[in-house]
């Protein structure tokens, strides 16, 4: 396994977090979107814009040579404008994006630790995702405690207590 480190995310990270909202975003698709199309769309810009707000909080992975892999990170959304995996006011919804080339190598696992030692240590209780049913993702999400407690069309929504 090629090495990999984790840090904080600081607000100087917005750049680094809209590269990984674009392969979040991407998943395992077949429908490619480009970065453009992908940051276009205020749905899926809400995760990142204005980054670091209060409340927001998250982690970024490197390799050897200080680039970054992957990231991971947690947004709290009001009830009159819910994220896409929101359950409650106060419960952070998480995004993960972990490049191409590194997924399947421990990355993503990492990253979820991660997120939910910083969730903890943020006083909250739980996390909350949404992920497409068509992602491999999702059985690293279940693996790590996540479960469904909403399925909708094409996506589940999944929570985990991090307390």
Request: aromatic share 6%; proline share 4%; net charge positive.
């Amino acid at each position: 396994m090629s090495a990999f480190r984790i840090r904080p995310a600081n607000g100087d990270d917005a750049r680094i977090l809209a590269a990984m909202l674009v392969e979040a975003a991407n998943g395992n698709s077949p429908r490619v979107r480009t970065r453009v199309a992908v940051l276009e769309d205020p749905h899926v810009m809400r995760y990142i814009a204005g980054w670091k707000r209060p409340g927001d909080f998250g982690c970024v992975a490197e390799d050897a040579h200080g680039s970054a892999v992957g990231a991971c990170w947690a947004r709290l959304f009001p009830a009159d404008a819910p994220g896409s995996g929101f359950v409650a006011v106060g419960v952070p919804e998480l995004t993960l994006g972990v490049n191409t080339q590194w997924r399947a190598r421990g990355v993503g696992r990492a990253l979820l630790q991660e997120i939910g030692r910083a969730a903890a240590a943020s006083g909250a209780a739980r996390l909350s995702l949404s992920v497409d049913r068509r992602n491999f993702a999702q059985r690293l999400y279940v693996s790590e405690g996540y479960v469904t407690v909403e399925s909708r069309l094409t996506a589940d929504t999944m929570v985990r207590a991090v307390r």
